[in-house]
């Protein structure tokens, strides 16, 4: 299995922009289909965004669909989360997952399930 560590969150006003990075160990984060969630306080964890394999196939949460995108970079075993037009109600803790079964648009549905989780990291957004 791999293991995943997030980082780029922070403070940021409402309006402005972030880049989240999850960096993957092991040789064989290809395989995995990967995907971003987060956790607002006192809220469920919620599926944000997954991409496939490969990146030819993303799939995205209608609440952020239009202002973030994600991306992978297999050569690099990372994969990116970039935030624009950021709201207060994007304030959470961002977690990166990978799961080797699910496809991108049922990654939101597998989310007990998924094989691996990263630590989270904290996007703070202003208003």
């Known amino acids: 299995q791999v293991q995943l560590v997030e980082s780029g969150g922070g403070l940021v006003q409402a309006g402005g922009s972030l880049r989240l990075s999850c960096a993957a160990s092991?040789?064989?984060?290809?395989?995995?289909?990967m995907g971003w969630f987060r956790q607002a306080p006192g809220k469920e964890r919620e599926f944000v965004a997954a991409?496939?394999?490969?990146?030819?196939?993303?799939y995205y949460a209608d609440s952020v669909k239009g202002r973030f995108t994600i991306s992978r970079d297999n050569a690099k075993n990372t994969v990116y989360l970039q935030m624009h037009s950021l709201k207060p109600e994007d304030t959470a803790v961002y977690y990166c997952?990978?799961?080797?079964?699910?496809?991108?648009?049922?990654?939101?549905?597998?989310?007990?399930?998924?094989?691996?989780w990263g630590q989270g990291t904290l996007v703070t957004v202003s208003s």
């Open positions: 991409i496939s394999r490969t990146g030819a196939t993303t």
């Open positions: 092991g040789r064989t984060f290809s395989t995995y289909v």
């Open positions: 997952a990978a799961d080797r079964i699910t496809t991108p648009q049922g990654m939101g549905a597998r989310r007990r399930y998924l094989e691996v």
